[in-house]
């Protein structure tokens, strides 16, 4: 993380905002302000480049749902492998079961312990997901 | 605003006006991620698992 430039899909603070503004729902002592304030911090870090949503990118990420939908990939999922394809970036860090079935790219997932990583080619077994 | 060798700025909309900002160095990032995770862990039950290596 110290070195390497991150791209980073504008759907995904958004996705986190969502998720703790839910938790907020439920539990009111969690700070919302505080939330806003660490995502915007996540957007003004020095290595992350983020990706807008442009139309450009969306026709891209229907064109890749159309392709991967009955491979389970989402809406949100295709909009962050259309951002990865207009910068041609090959790795992904995910923790989404679908993602880390897509071997044509080099998948790791930080969940596993140790992280796990697989190769390009490399195949995923769902079994194994935790 | 200075900034040192290395250091790059980045714009941010604050109070509906764009401001430009020094920007967030990793190591600045993971403290205000470890105070987030402090207060997080504050409002849940369970304990929240350590921060990978990978990220740091």
Known sequence: MNSETILLSAIIPIEVAHR???????RKALNIDRVEELLSSIISLENIQLI??????????????????SSGIGGRDSLILASMDRKQVTTI???????????????IDP???????????????????? | MNLK?????????ENEKIVIVKALT??????????????????????LPPIKKIFE
């Open chain 1, 111 to 130: 969940v596993f312990d140790p992280p796990l990583k697989l190769k390009i080619g490399e195949n995923f077994n769902p079994k194994e997901f935790k």
């Open chain 1, 52 to 69: 807008d949503i442009d139309s450009r990118l969306v026709m891209d990420a229907i064109k890749l749902l159309k392709k991967y939908h």
């Open chain 2, 26 to 47: 990793p190591k600045e990032f993971i403290e205000k991620a470890k105070e987030f995770r402090k207060h997080l862990s504050e409002v849940t039950d369970e304990p």
């Open chain 1, 20 to 26: 703790l503004f839910n938790v907020h729902e439920k």
């Open chain 1, 93 to 107: 860090l995910t923790h989404d079961k679908n993602l880390l079935g897509l071997n044509h790219l080099h998948r």
């Open chain 2, 5 to 13: 060798p290395g250091e790059k700025m980045v714009f941010k909309i």
